[in-house]
Nanobody, 127 residues
Framework: QVQLVESGGGLVQPGGSLRLACKAS????????MGWYRQVLGKEREVVAE???????IYADSVKGRFTISRYDADNTVYLQMNSLKPEDTATYYC?????????????????????WGQGTLVTVSE
């Protein structure tokens, strides 16, 4: 089992900043990618930013230059620093983690692949 705990959402005025955090814990052998997605009611979930094990990152065009994803492997935590927020950034933000469980024997070898999602944290950008 892998658990994800998200934090940092809330209400902010346009032009303001927020930082989201997502910590993964549990029977983790390795994490290959950690990222953030967002969804507005009635629309599909979309990628905001994602960082892989090698340090490669992707950003949605709409957030480039404003959002920064960072990851701390030591404690399996990913952050999303969001600056210059706009009303159109309003959404529920979800953390996504992809990797391998520990094997059933021990955590010195990989087990099955996993993809886990956080519970979501609401970000509202409004006056």
């Amino acid at each position: 089992q892998v658990q994800l705990v998200e934090s940092g959402g809330g209400l902010v005025q346009p032009g303001g900043s927020l930082r989201l955090a997502c910590k993964a814990s549990g029977s983790i052998y390795t994490i290959n990618a950690m990222g953030w997605y967002r969804q507005v009611l009635g629309k599909e979930r979309e990628v905001v930013a994602e960082r892989n094990l090698g340090g490669g990152t992707i950003y949605a065009d709409s957030v480039k230059g404003r959002f920064t994803i960072s990851r701390y492997d030591a404690d399996n935590t990913v952050y999303l620093q969001m600056n210059s927020l706009k009303p159109e950034d309003t959404a529920t933000y979800y953390c996504r983690v992809v990797g391998y469980y520990c094997s059933v024997y021990n955590c010195d070898r990989p087990g099955p692949h996993f993809e886990e999602w956080g519970q979501g944290t609401l970000v509202t950008v409004s006056e």
